[in-house]
């Protein structure tokens, strides 16, 4: 027996005198999900946090539009058609009928979703003075760091079943932003009860929505239990009974896999892959992700603020190197911010090369001393853009010590870390971004724009005028040869400035046992588990 499997199995052993209690329903015929960390809340706009979405956005709720990921098209959600102006300024969307929001023990429809709700949902990120706009401490990074509040004129209903979206200027990636995981549709009906009651912030912890499962019952760091919506409008849902188990440690998610004791897992690590594919029982499945791991300096932080000294510590450090030890073969290494699956993807964007003799004398020209001390944050949890950041934050702090620079790598619990991280308080962060549609403006927006870095996705606080420019003329324009011409001068800019150093894109894993079907992976955004069926 392999010593990788012996451990495993003793790790087994200790695991299961204490977790079966503690899941409800752990014997009832559904589906665990062994999920890598607990949500931020309930409602993904809210949050860009992969826990948060994973948990909600496509089990709980829907949206207008959604991403077929077979097609990466576009195709009706709850709306089922719309039509866009010939000035690209008005959308008019033609919305669903007889589609019901979720029962449960605390809250009872009265009526079919309208678009009352269409309104409530829109217009609670992007008025101010909308009463639910500060419920929940009133951030909406997503929203906020695209600028769609500015650029939303108005939204109307034109009757029960029709909305019209106005803008105040041609936005050629709308309607792909209408399809992430942050737009979905939440019940006015249900937030108007709630505010009655005095109790507005339920609506992110007890949610309701149109999706494919009902929320029932969670216990933070343990689980997460839903139950089926058996008046999906969409298909009918097989899973009967849905719980996600909270299990941050990969070793565990896989020796709950191994023993049955989960039907799928979050995150498998590559190493961990041939012992999957060994198991006639197990099936993992692989697909190029479009994403991008990345160590971003606060550039609000002197000496981070200075261009010189964030180059030189990019070519302080061996990219390959990194890739090999954090990724082994499961990533390609990042040219840019686009991973090469983008139809904007430049692929003779010029990369950084490991120079420590140049970043030393750059360090030097920058004034900054031998022994200069500096800090790498660490995010706590694995996502497929980054499985190790530990492990890369070290090995990181090796190279630097090489060029005469100290490091303190530093970490918290996630919850805390993405708390201080929005703070501004680090000097730089191994993170990265998980695209949420198909539009190459999913990267370029959110990571860089001046007004993403209150939303807190601008992890570097980089604000560039020329730059903001640059990508918003490219959203003027649907073709896509146009827009990729200013996407590569804004390709230019971050090269020269070098806010962050984009270091992999990585491939996306899932593993599960042999008896699911269509368990397919998501290549934008949340986990989508609505339509899994499972046999015996």
Known sequence: MKPTIYALLVLIMTLCGCTKNDLPGRHLKGLIYCSEGSPGSFNPQLDTSGTTADASAHQIYDRLIEFDSASNTLVPGLASSWLVSSDGLTYTFQLRKKVSFHHTAYFTPTRYFNADDVLFSIDRWRLD???????????????????????????????????????????SSFLANLATDFAVILSEEYAQQLLDKGVPEQIDNFPIGTGPFVFERYRKGRYIRYQRNDEYWHHPVAINKLIFDIT??????????????????????????????????????????????????????????????????????DKDTLINAVYYDSAVRARGILPPTSWAYQSNVRDT???????????????????????????????????????MAELIKGYLQQVGVKVNVVSYEWATFRSKLREGLHDSVLIGWNADNGDPDNFY????????????????????????NLINQALLYTEPEVRRLFYQLANAILVEEMPLVPIAH???????????????????????????????
């Open 445 to 468: 927006r959110p990571l860089f724009s001046c007004a993403a870095i209150a939303s807190g996705t601008n992890r570097s606080n980089w604000c560039n005028k020329k730059y903001d």
């Open 248 to 317: 941050p440690s990969s070793s565990t998610r896989l020796a709950k896999l191994l023993t049955g004791e989960c039907d799928a897992i979050a995150f498998p690590s590559y190493s961990d892959l041939s012992v999957i594919e060994n198991r006639p029982s197990l099936q993992a499945d692989e697909k190029p992700g479009l994403n991008v791991g990345f160590w971003a300096f606060n550039t609000q932080k002197p000496p981070f603020n200075n261009p010189k000294v964030r180059k030189a510590l990019a070519m302080a450090i």
């Open 353 to 391: 090369s490991y120079n420590p003799v140049m970043a030393r004398e750059l360090l030097d020209e920058a004034g900054i001393e031998p022994g200069f001390t500096m800090d790498v944050w660490a995010m706590p949890i694995e996502r497929a853009y980054n499985p190790n950041a530990r492990k």
């Open 129 to 171: 003075d909308h009463p639910y706009h500060n419920v929940s401490g009133g951030t909406y990074p997503y929203f906020v760091s695209l600028g769609l509040a500015s650029l939303i004129d108005k939204v109307e209903r034109i009757n029960g079943y029709r909305v019209e979206i106005t803008l105040t200027r041609p936005d």
């Open 506 to 536: 990585a491939y996306r894993y899932q593993a599960y046992q042999s008896n699911l079907r269509h368990f397919d992976i998501n290549p934008f955004g949340g986990i989508r588990l609505g339509g899994v069926e499972k046999s015996q």
